[in-house]
């Protein structure tokens, strides 16, 4: 070995080094970077080789399976797309899931009546004013019967990239910052639960939804015979859920949820997203330590195989979209909170302005993940779904507004 390649490994072992990258990666999972890199590396693939970008994302990886992605054969593949889309994104919507549940428990911001009513509030609104504006779009321009399945798409919220937006706008230290993590988990709520309803994959059998039920007693069986590794859970109780969702015809992505209550957790939460549960060894918060961060890179995958979208596919729907999030969010959210406030007399959390809120609705329309996931659901493969994608993709421009409007009403961080 030579003398410089000696020197060159010395240093790739320094301390400072391994601390450094160590929190270079650790930075990258915390702020959703793999998930940014994942789309811009399908936006870009899909607009240098299409074909080859196509090929990989329906790339079969299992054929003629009991499930997968329907053949004009009437055989089922399993492909990327599936895998990614319809297995592996259960953990997001699991996680997703412990945080909506958890903070129904003792100390949650939703246990509490009077702190939740006008983020929850707010929340409704903000998804009602982009559905109603993407809705009313689609009338106007004579293509409501075409478009209007894709209503849910501008009601999302990116929880990760709204919380990054709002920390940089506001500081850590602002009441924003807790009014948008709960008004935007009450989002997710209300998503699932859109997801799940209006978004059926195949035709309904809800006779299959006997799985789930049957999944959730196991998951009781299994708390109290004291069985306290999260993997009992997830790989019994949770893939028979799974099967009911998805001969139900159901997104089989939301088959965790009924199981995740029985996971054997805290009697109360720290808060909305406080990493410091995780030093927390109840089972829940043990799923969500060993998962947090490979959902991190699933969800790289998720942008990869979903992301890949041309630029000739931008048309109507996008505008739709794009108009719905960055405009129709803070309008809903605004005028809920008021009549939250002026109507029904609950009041705006201690030291949150009426301007603030004004951001925090700005802040909201960053749609990104959820919105791209609904996109894919409401409509089939094809010029429609792509440009709903692009409105998804583009919804990263009420960033821009958000900053633009705190600078205007004059925001000061804490």
């Excluded at 195949?202 to 306290?228: C, D, K, N, S, T």
């Excluded at 799974?242 to 139900?248: D, H, N, Q, T, V």
Aim: contains cysteine.
């Amino acid at each position: 070995m030579s003398l410089p390649f000696k020197g060159f490994v010395f240093f790739l072992k320094r301390k400072d080094l391994r601390s450094y990258s160590k929190n270079f990666i650790t930075f990258l999972l915390e702020n959703s970077i793999f998930l940014i890199l994942g789309a811009v590396i399908g936006l870009v693939w899909a607009n240098t080789n299409h074909e080859v970008y196509v090929h990989l994302k329906h790339l079969p990886i299992i054929n003629d399976v009991t499930f997968g992605t329907l053949q004009d054969d009437g055989t089922r593949v399993l492909d990327l797309h599936y895998l990614i889309n319809d297995i592996l994104m259960t953990l997001f919507f699991a996680i997703a899931g412990k945080e909506v549940w958890e903070a129904t428990l003792p100390g949650g911001p939703l246990n509490n009546s009077k702190r939740a009513a006008v983020p929850i509030i707010s929340a409704v609104g903000g998804m009602t004013g982009p559905a109603l504006i993407y809705l009313g779009g689609a009338a106007l321009l004579g293509r409501f019967n075409e478009l209007s399945s894709g209503w849910a798409v501008p009601c999302a919220t990116d929880i990760a990239f709204s919380y990054m937006l709002a920390r940089i706008i506001f500081g850590a230290g602002h009441p924003a910052i807790p009014f948008l993590l709960l008004l935007a988990i009450a989002d997710d709520a209300l998503g699932l639960l859109i997801l799940a309803i209006f978004y059926p994959q195949e035709e309904v059998h809800l006779v299959w939804m006997l799985l789930p039920l049957i999944a959730v007693g196991m998951g009781m069986l299994f708390q109290r015979l004291r069985l306290r590794s999260f993997w009992w859970y997830i790989a019994i109780p949770g893939i028979i859920s799974w099967i009911g969702f998805s001969k139900a015809g159901i997104h089989p992505a939301l088959g965790l949820l009924p199981v995740i209550p029985t996971i054997p957790h805290a009697h109360s939460d720290k808060g909305l997203f406080n990493w410091k549960e995780l030093d927390r060894t109840d089972s829940l918060n043990m799923f969500e330590h060993w998962w947090k961060n490979p959902v991190e890179l699933i969800l790289m995958f998720f942008g990869l195989v979903n992301a890949g979208v041309v630029f000739s596919a931008i048309g109507a729907p996008t505008f739709l979209i794009m108009t719905g999030l960055i405009v129709g969010k803070p309008i809903g959210i605004w005028f809920s909170a008021m009549f939250a406030v002026k109507i029904l007399k609950f009041g705006l959390p201690g030291g949150l302005t009426k301007k603030d809120l004004v951001v925090v609705g700005f802040a909201a329309g960053v749609g990104f993940t959820v919105a791209l996931f609904v996109a894919t659901v409401a409509f089939p493969p094809g010029a429609i779904q792509d440009a709903e994608k692009m409105g998804a993709l583009f919804s990263f421009g009420a960033a821009i507004v958000t900053y633009i409007v705190a600078k205007i009403a004059g925001v000061k961080r804490r």
